[in-house]
């Protein structure tokens, strides 16, 4: 049985083969350059240099990271369960690595093209939170325990809002085919159409990847790192791969769901080379959101974070999948479509403000004790 990969006929096994290492090679080398892409980023942002010592212009620093933690002692506590333990990083890596198989990154040109590739992105990427949860408890120690629960509540919480709002574009394309989400946004991308719908994506995507201002999981002023606490070298930049990998990944579908993918404007006219360039500019402007929010926004309490998600977020992704069901079932122009997701957008941060303006007023009991201070 042969196989083709990129109009190379070869044995079914090899192509297997080819392509796991592409994935490999490809998620490993992209995740070493956005680590040094948020170190530079954000020195900009605090006014520093950022790395500049390791090779020219810093670049090497992330090789010499790698290089580092390779050969770093691998220790586990005495009391840890070594079977749980010494897995969780497996659980955390192997569905982002699983997640880049579905990914149309040009037109022709993926891993593997599924029918159903959106809701198999969706299945994989949600089981990585098994890892975080074996990472936590396997490791005994109750830091890492709470971590662990943290960053379940927290993706159990987010992974709702996020699914409602591929499930509005999946409505308005008509297939769960990637490919066919592309191609539908030649000549207007669904982020026009759908603006409430990203906007409760994008943060759903903080929240899912632990990005701050979503980073309760492994905030170092109240768990001391989260639920890879007590690991070190090769299983430690494991979660870190598995971060920045989800990263891209997440990027990349943003790009493809959102923005027109290689598809708009005229990706399938001008060739690979073009297409090229727009799915890096637009995976690259999501990158940089992401770090720009880092840079900007402090960290969210607990309880901050769940109440946004099934107070505020939930509800307007589920009116959003109402009114795009409206449009389509009656055929009603897509322009309903776009002023009900600015409207939405407006309450979105209408309702954030107030959220955040009543969260810095004290309580009566607080503000009294203030003023008999005072």
């Given at each position: 049985?042969?196989?083709?990969l990129?109009?190379?006929?070869i044995n079914v096994?090899?192509?297997a083969?080819a392509?796991?290492?592409?994935?490999?090679?490809?998620m490993t080398?992209v995740?070493?350059?956005?680590?040094?892409g948020?170190?530079?980023?954000?020195a900009?942002?605090q006014q520093?240099v950022?790395?500049?010592?390791?090779?020219?212009?810093?670049?090497l620093?992330?090789?010499a990271d790698?290089?580092?933690l390779?050969?770093?002692?691998d220790?586990?506590?005495?009391?840890?369960d070594?079977?749980?333990?010494e897995?969780?990083?497996?659980?955390?890596?192997?569905p982002?690595?699983?997640g880049f198989?579905?990914?149309p990154?040009?037109?022709?040109v993926?891993i593997?093209?599924?029918?159903?590739?959106?809701?198999y992105?969706i299945?994989?990427?949600?089981?990585?939170i098994v890892?975080w949860v074996m990472a936590?408890?396997?490791?005994?120690?109750?830091y890492?325990?709470?971590g662990?629960?943290?960053a379940a509540?927290?993706?159990?919480?987010y992974?709702?809002p996020l699914?409602?709002s591929l499930v509005t574009?999946a409505m308005?394309?008509g297939?769960l085919?990637?490919?066919?989400?592309?191609e539908g946004?030649?000549?207007?991308p669904?982020?026009?159409?759908?603006?409430l719908?990203?906007?409760?994506?994008?943060?759903?995507?903080?929240?899912e990847m632990n990005r701050?201002?979503?980073d309760?999981?492994?905030?170092?002023s109240?768990?001391v790192?989260?639920?890879f606490v007590e690991?070190?070298g090769?299983?430690?930049?494991?979660?870190?791969?598995g971060?920045?990998?989800?990263l891209?990944?997440?990027?990349v579908?943003t790009a493809?769901?959102?923005?027109?993918?290689y598809s708009?404007p005229?990706g399938?006219?001008?060739?690979?080379?073009?297409?090229?360039?727009?799915?890096?500019?637009?995976?690259?402007?999501f990158?940089?959101l992401v770090f720009w929010v880092r840079?900007?926004i402090?960290?969210l309490?607990?309880?901050?974070?769940?109440?946004?998600s099934?107070k505020?977020?939930l509800?307007?992704?589920?009116?959003?999948?109402?009114v795009?069901g409206?449009v389509q079932?009656y055929?009603?122009?897509?322009?309903i479509l776009?002023?009900a997701?600015?409207?939405g957008?407006?309450?979105?941060v209408?309702?954030?403000?107030?959220?955040?303006?009543s969260s810095?007023?004290?309580p009566?009991?607080?503000r009294?004790?203030?003023?008999e201070a005072?």
């Amino acid at each position: 049985m042969n196989n083709s990969l990129f109009g190379f006929e070869i044995n079914v096994w090899l192509d297997a083969l080819a392509r796991l290492g592409l994935i490999v090679g490809v998620m490993t080398v992209v995740a070493m350059g956005l680590i040094y892409g948020e170190r530079k980023i954000l020195a900009r942002f605090q006014q520093r240099v950022g790395p500049q010592k390791t090779g020219p212009f810093g670049l090497l620093q992330s090789v010499a990271d790698a290089v580092k933690l390779v050969g770093k002692e691998d220790l586990r506590p005495h009391a840890a369960d070594p079977w749980t333990f010494e897995l969780a990083p497996y659980f955390v890596f192997i569905p982002i690595f699983l997640g880049f198989v579905s990914l149309p990154f040009l037109l022709d040109v993926n891993i593997r093209l599924l029918d159903l590739g959106l809701l198999y992105f969706i299945a994989v990427s949600s089981v990585n939170i098994v890892g975080w949860v074996m990472a936590g408890w396997g490791s005994d120690n109750r830091y890492a325990m709470i971590g662990g629960m943290r960053a379940a509540a927290q993706a159990i919480s987010y992974e709702l809002p996020l699914v409602l709002s591929l499930v509005t574009v999946a409505m308005l394309a008509g297939s769960l085919n990637l490919r066919d989400i592309v191609e539908g946004q030649a000549n207007v991308p669904y982020v026009a159409l759908l603006p409430l719908a990203f906007v409760v994506f994008f943060i759903s995507t903080l929240a899912e990847m632990n990005r701050p201002p979503f980073d309760i999981p492994i905030g170092e002023s109240e768990v001391v790192g989260g639920p890879f606490v007590e690991y070190s070298g090769i299983r430690w930049s494991m979660f870190m791969l598995g971060e920045y990998a989800s990263l891209w990944i997440l990027s990349v579908l943003t790009a493809a769901v959102f923005l027109g993918g290689y598809s708009w404007p005229f990706g399938e006219d001008l060739g690979k080379g073009y297409q090229l360039v727009l799915m890096a500019v637009k995976s690259g402007i999501f990158i940089f959101l992401v770090f720009w929010v880092r840079a900007s926004i402090p960290r969210l309490r607990i309880d901050q974070l769940m109440s946004y998600s099934w107070k505020i977020l939930l509800p307007l992704s589920l009116l959003q999948v109402l009114v795009v069901g409206f449009v389509q079932v009656y055929e009603l122009p897509d322009i309903i479509l776009t002023v009900a997701g600015l409207v939405g957008l407006v309450a979105l941060v209408s309702i954030t403000g107030r959220a955040v303006a009543s969260s810095r007023r004290l309580p009566g009991a607080a503000r009294a004790m203030r003023s008999e201070a005072v």
